[in-house]
């Protein structure tokens, strides 16, 4: 089974910059299409990003395109989002996810506990 562990949120105000990470656990993490979710209080969870198992391709929510990037580093089983021009509803939970390969029209299986995002006006 696929562990993810994200860090690296936090409070900080309009226009800020954040970079949370995830950690992934296993040997075969460069097998494993990631993607980042997001859910506020009162609302369902929605995506954010995506990045394809080599890192090449990636796609974006309209609402963060232009302010977020999504990376990996398969040689440290690790996925970020970089989070600039921040706005108060960025606020949330932000979770990574894994599929069990790299295509993107499979289900994702795993998820992160999440780690809190805070922007303030």
């Known amino acids: 089974q696929v562990q993810l562990v994200e860090s690296g949120g936090g409070l900080v105000q309009a226009g800020g910059s954040l970079r949370p990470s995830c950690v992934g656990s296993?040997?075969?993490?460069?097998?494993?299409?990631m993607g980042w979710f997001r859910q506020a209080p009162g609302k369902e969870r929605e995506f954010v990003a995506d990045?394809?198992?080599?890192?090449?391709?990636?796609y974006y929510a309209d609402s963060v395109k232009g302010r977020f990037t999504i990376s990996r580093d398969n040689a440290k089983n690790t996925v970020s989002l970089q989070m600039n021009s921040l706005k108060p509803e960025d606020t949330a939970v932000y979770y990574c996810?894994?599929?069990?390969?790299?295509?993107?029209?499979?289900?994702?299986?795993?998820w992160g506990q999440g780690t809190q995002v805070t922007v303030s006006s």
């Open positions: 990045i394809t198992c080599s890192g090449a391709g990636t």
């Open positions: 296993g040997r075969t993490f460069s097998n494993n299409f």
């Open positions: 996810a894994a599929r069990s390969t790299c295509r993107r029209s499979s289900e994702y299986n795993y």
